[in-house]
Nanobody, 115 residues
Framework: QVQLVESGGGLVQAGGSLSLSCAASRSIFSVNVMGWYRRAPGKQRELVASIGSDFSTYYGDSVKGRFTISRDNAKKTVFLQMNSLKPEDAAVYYC?????????WGQGTQVTVSS
């Protein structure tokens, strides 16, 4: 079983920046997709960004131009740099690893944005 350990998050003022990271606990198959989802109170889970093992990326419309996803395959780690944060970005952010059609999830990390 792969465990995903997240770090980062916290409280920031609107317009500020935060970074998240997520590391897999053991070796993972070379073909995979890592990403970040978020869930705000009263809202459905939303895919924020994802990055394939080939470094292809996807961004949700609400974060394009503000967030950047990256990964270090050697360290089995995915990063999310969040800039120009808005109050509507506040949510619990979850790391995801999709491998062999299985999904693995981190424990979630809170991002709070004050206006």
């Amino acid at each position: 079983q792969v465990q995903l350990v997240e770090s980062g998050g916290g409280l920031v003022q609107a317009g500020g920046s935060l970074s998240l990271s997520c590391a897999a606990s053991r070796s993972i198959f070379s073909v995979n997709v890592m990403g970040w989802y978020r869930r705000a109170p009263g809202k459905q889970r939303e895919l924020v960004a994802s990055i394939g093992s080939d470094f292809s990326t996807y961004y949700g419309d609400s974060v394009k131009g503000r967030f950047t996803i990256s990964r270090d395959n050697a360290k089995k780690t995915v990063f999310l740099q969040m800039n120009s944060l808005k109050p509507e970005d506040a949510a619990v952010y979850y790391c995801n690893l999709r491998m062999f059609k299985n999904d693995y999830w981190g424990q979630g990390t809170q991002v709070t944005v004050s206006s």
